[in-house]
């Protein structure tokens, strides 16, 4: 692993991996939807969007031909704390896929007539979502449960915050918000350190070290329940409670307590709702963290008349954690099967330069694979207990229902953990 920080703040990171035919490269924007106003809502994605509408030198169709005629791969994504643009091709190609990183970061043109194409793009996106419960309904529960706190906001924005949004939002935005502070690079794969750096230098060397943007507000987690009535066939539940941050000295606990929750086909939810009762046909668990907070949620999807007795089933399982130690071979198990994944994902150089990136922005430094290895394996039954008593609890419990149920439908229920 090499590190390189330039002048400006711009980090650049690699890991050569010398046995790989590939390299990824990620362009890193510290900025997500959480560092945007209400007003503001949806612009980190609006602006990721359009970096793909055409630079100064080349034409959206000539982005997608030139990546195309290498058999390579480009994307984007934004999430809550972070954008990221990123390019997969052989080793061979990557001097090409950094300057078109490049050019899209630096160059784009945001041209008034692609601007107006791509806000219909996203609104037709916000619509596919909100048709889509098994996806909307954990967009809701974000927003319920970190009501009133820039965690709560869609990553997509709102209808009217979108459609408020003009050129000259934009480009603000992205001046101010894409600066050398806050671009982090990173790749992973057949490469020479010194020579990204050199091309990126080169590229980057007019963009100012500007301002880091700290995350808004102290975190909000609200407990209760919350129903948005739809005519669906199926009822969508989503019980969660507050969890750990990225960085936190359990989350390698936090991990494994998942992983035995509902984090795979042998976990207690997946076994007890679906294989022993048959009671859906989705239901796992999953870990949302941030850099100073978290939540950890069950999800299931069930026939109306069934809704009651899963949520029974999900909050046992968390009362069962508090009550008594999760057993040897279980813990085993999961450990095993964390390991596994991991080891698995260190295959793929998309996956690596992922983790250089999340390890560089939330722990920053390098975490060696040794390093997370040994942290898994020293997770005790204790811990366990330890940590399920203390995130397990009423007052940060949230149940969001999405389908035909309604809070009259969950009067006669114990929505309890005690």
């Known amino acids: 692993m090499q590190k ?22 990620g362009f890193w924007v510290e900025n997500g939807s959480r560092h945007e106003t209400p ?51 052989l080793a061979r190609r990557l001097p090409m896929a950094v300057d078109l990183l ?11 007539d692609d601007i107006e194409k791509e806000r219909k793009v996203i609104l037709h996106e916000i619509n596919m979502m909100e ?30 915050s979108v459609n408020a949004i003009c050129r000259g939002d934009l480009l603000h935005f992205m001046g101010e918000r894409y600066c050398g502070r806050q671009i982090l690079i990173c790749a992973a794969g057949d490469l020479d350190h010194d020579d990204i750096v050199e091309q990126i230098a080169a590229a980057f060397t007019a963009v100012p070290q500007g301002e880091s943007h700290p995350v808004l507000g102290n975190v909000r987690y609200t407990s209760g329940i919350s129903v948005v ?7 969508h539940l989503c019980l969660g409670t507050q969890a750990l941050a990225q960085n936190h000295s359990d989350r390698f606990v936090s991990y494994l307590l998942n992983s035995i929750l509902g984090g795979s086909m042998s976990s207690r939810l997946f076994q007890s709702i679906r294989e022993e009762r048959g009671l859906a046909y989705s239901v796992y668990s999953y870990l949302n963290c941030h850099s100073d907070s978290g939540a950890l949620v069950t999800y299931a999807g069930t026939s109306p008349a069934d809704a009651g007795e899963v949520l ?13 130690r999760v057993c040897e071979d279980e813990l085993h198990a999961a450990k095993e099967q964390l390991k596994g994944n991991l080891l698995i994902s ?19 430094r390098h975490l060696s694979l040794t390093e997370v290895l040994s942290e898994i394996q020293k997770v005790t039954r204790d811990d366990i207990l330890r940590l399920a008593r203390s995130i397990f609890r009423n ?24």
């Open 131 to 160: 048709d889509t419960p098994d996806d909307h309904i954990h967009d809701l529960f974000s927003q319920n449960f970190w009501r009133g706190h820039s965690l709560g906001q869609s990553v997509l924005g709102t209808p009217s």
């Open 4 to 25: 390189t920080v330039l002048p400006n703040g711009i980090r650049v990171v690699t890991e050569h991996i010398s046995e790989a035919h590939s390299v990824t490269i």
């Open 395 to 418: 007052d940060v419990l949230h149940l969001q229902v999405l389908g035909r149920y309604s809070e009259t439908d969950l009067k006669s229920r114990d929505l309890t953990l005690s």
């Open 312 to 324: 029974s089933l999900m909050l046992a399982e968390m009362r069962r954690f508090c009550e008594e």
């Open 229 to 235: 009535e739809k005519d669906f066939e199926q009822v």
């Open 39 to 89: 007003s503001q809502g949806g612009i980190s994605h609006f602006v990721e969007h359009m970096l793909f509408k055409g630079t100064e030198t080349r034409s959206a169709l000539r982005i997608a031909k030139e990546i195309d005629s290498v058999g390579g791969v480009l994307n984007g994504f934004t999430s809550r704390e972070f954008s990221c643009y990123y390019a997969k091709v």
């Open 102 to 112: 490049s050019d899209i970061v630096l160059h784009s043109v945001f041209a008034a």
């Open 346 to 364: 260190m295959e793929s150089t998309d996956n690596r330069m992922t983790r250089i990136a999340k390890n560089e922005i939330y722990l920053h």
